[in-house]
Protein backbone atom coordinates (compact mmCIF):
# COMPACT_ATOMS: atom_id res chain seq x y z
CA UNK A 1 0.00 0.00 0.00
CA UNK A 2 1.80 3.40 -1.31
CA UNK A 3 1.45 6.63 1.50
CA UNK A 4 2.85 9.50 0.98
CA UNK A 5 2.65 11.63 4.03
CA UNK A 6 4.00 15.34 3.87
CA UNK A 7 4.52 17.86 6.37
CA UNK A 8 5.95 21.34 7.27
CA UNK A 9 3.55 23.45 6.25
CA UNK A 10 2.06 26.68 8.12
CA UNK A 11 1.81 30.28 8.79
CA UNK A 12 4.65 32.56 7.27
CA UNK A 13 4.57 36.37 6.30
CA UNK A 14 5.87 37.46 3.12
CA UNK A 15 8.97 36.80 2.22
CA UNK A 16 9.52 34.21 4.31
CA UNK A 17 10.25 30.39 4.02
CA UNK A 18 9.18 26.92 4.26
CA UNK A 19 10.46 23.48 3.42
CA UNK A 20 7.90 20.76 3.15
CA UNK A 21 8.97 16.92 3.41
CA UNK A 22 6.40 14.14 1.88
CA UNK A 23 7.96 10.53 3.31
CA UNK A 24 6.73 7.91 1.17
CA UNK A 25 6.21 4.31 2.06
CA UNK A 26 5.19 1.14 0.27
CA UNK A 27 7.14 1.72 -3.19
CA UNK A 28 10.38 1.34 -4.80
CA UNK A 29 11.05 5.20 -4.37
CA UNK A 30 14.04 5.61 -6.21
CA UNK A 31 12.29 4.05 -9.93
CA UNK A 32 9.91 6.86 -9.50
CA UNK A 33 9.58 10.67 -10.77
CA UNK A 34 7.42 12.99 -8.15
CA UNK A 35 5.58 16.13 -8.13
CA UNK A 36 4.35 18.79 -5.96
CA UNK A 37 1.37 20.01 -6.63
CA UNK A 38 -0.70 23.07 -5.24
CA UNK A 39 -4.66 23.62 -5.11
CA UNK A 40 -6.39 27.01 -3.70
CA UNK A 41 -9.28 27.00 -3.29
CA UNK A 42 -11.44 27.81 -6.31
CA UNK A 43 -8.20 26.77 -8.36
CA UNK A 44 -7.08 23.71 -10.38
CA UNK A 45 -4.38 21.64 -8.82
CA UNK A 46 -1.52 22.77 -10.93
CA UNK A 47 2.50 21.55 -10.29
CA UNK A 48 4.64 23.25 -8.55
CA UNK A 49 7.94 21.29 -9.05
CA UNK A 50 8.59 17.71 -10.22
CA UNK A 51 11.99 15.89 -9.80
CA UNK A 52 13.28 12.48 -11.74
CA UNK A 53 14.09 9.29 -10.21
CA UNK A 54 17.64 10.22 -10.87
CA UNK A 55 17.36 13.76 -9.26
CA UNK A 56 19.10 14.92 -11.95
CA UNK A 57 16.21 16.45 -13.97
CA UNK A 58 14.00 18.90 -12.29
CA UNK A 59 11.04 20.76 -13.71
CA UNK A 60 9.20 24.42 -12.05
CA UNK A 61 6.69 26.25 -12.70
CA UNK A 62 7.27 29.90 -14.14
CA UNK A 63 5.99 31.29 -11.11
CA UNK A 64 8.24 29.45 -8.22
CA UNK A 65 11.28 29.52 -10.48
CA UNK A 66 14.48 30.88 -8.40
CA UNK A 67 12.12 30.78 -5.35
CA UNK A 68 11.24 26.88 -4.93
CA UNK A 69 13.79 23.99 -5.10
CA UNK A 70 12.81 20.56 -5.38
CA UNK A 71 14.87 17.78 -3.88
CA UNK A 72 14.79 14.29 -3.09
CA UNK A 73 16.71 11.60 -0.73
CA UNK A 74 15.86 8.47 -2.08
CA UNK A 75 17.70 6.54 0.82
CA UNK A 76 15.20 8.22 3.03
CA UNK A 77 12.25 7.65 0.86
CA UNK A 78 11.45 11.40 0.73
CA UNK A 79 10.80 14.21 -1.73
CA UNK A 80 11.63 17.91 -0.38
CA UNK A 81 10.47 21.60 -1.21
CA UNK A 82 12.24 24.14 -0.17
CA UNK A 83 10.52 27.60 -0.69
CA UNK A 84 12.04 31.02 -0.65
CA UNK A 85 10.80 34.56 -0.81
CA UNK A 86 6.75 32.97 -0.06
CA UNK A 87 4.08 35.41 -1.49
CA UNK A 88 0.62 35.83 -0.85
CA UNK A 89 -0.24 34.08 -3.77
CA UNK A 90 1.84 30.58 -3.15
CA UNK A 91 -0.81 30.13 -0.12
CA UNK A 92 -2.85 26.97 -1.38
CA UNK A 93 -2.67 22.97 0.06
CA UNK A 94 0.16 21.52 -1.37
CA UNK A 95 0.55 17.91 -2.01
CA UNK A 96 2.95 15.55 -3.32
CA UNK A 97 2.43 12.96 -5.61
CA UNK A 98 4.31 9.73 -7.66
CA UNK A 99 4.90 9.85 -11.07
CA UNK A 100 3.42 7.00 -13.47
CA UNK A 101 6.38 7.02 -15.73
CA UNK A 102 3.73 9.87 -17.87
CA UNK A 103 4.05 13.65 -18.10
CA UNK A 104 5.13 15.68 -15.25
CA UNK A 105 3.25 18.35 -15.74
CA UNK A 106 -0.22 17.08 -15.76
CA UNK A 107 -1.98 16.03 -12.71
CA UNK A 108 -3.25 12.49 -14.55
CA UNK A 109 0.63 11.84 -14.90
CA UNK A 110 0.39 10.70 -11.10
CA UNK A 111 -1.20 8.02 -9.81
CA UNK A 112 -0.68 8.18 -5.47
CA UNK A 113 -1.37 11.33 -3.84
CA UNK A 114 -0.60 12.31 -0.02
CA UNK A 115 -3.22 14.20 1.86
CA UNK A 116 -1.87 17.59 1.44
CA UNK A 117 -0.08 19.95 3.97
CA UNK A 118 -1.74 23.52 4.42
CA UNK A 119 0.91 26.80 3.63
CA UNK A 120 -0.67 29.90 4.46
CA UNK A 121 1.45 33.08 3.51
CA UNK A 122 0.64 36.71 5.36
CA UNK A 123 1.03 40.14 3.87
Known amino acids: QVQLVESGGGLVQAGGSLRLSCAAS????????MGWFRQAPGKERELVAA????????YYADSVKGRFTISRDNAKNTVYLQMNSLKPEDAAGYYC????????????????WGRGTQVTVSS
Open 26 to 33: GLTFSNHA
Open 51 to 58: IRWSAGTA
Open 97 to 112: AVNRDSSVWCASGYNY
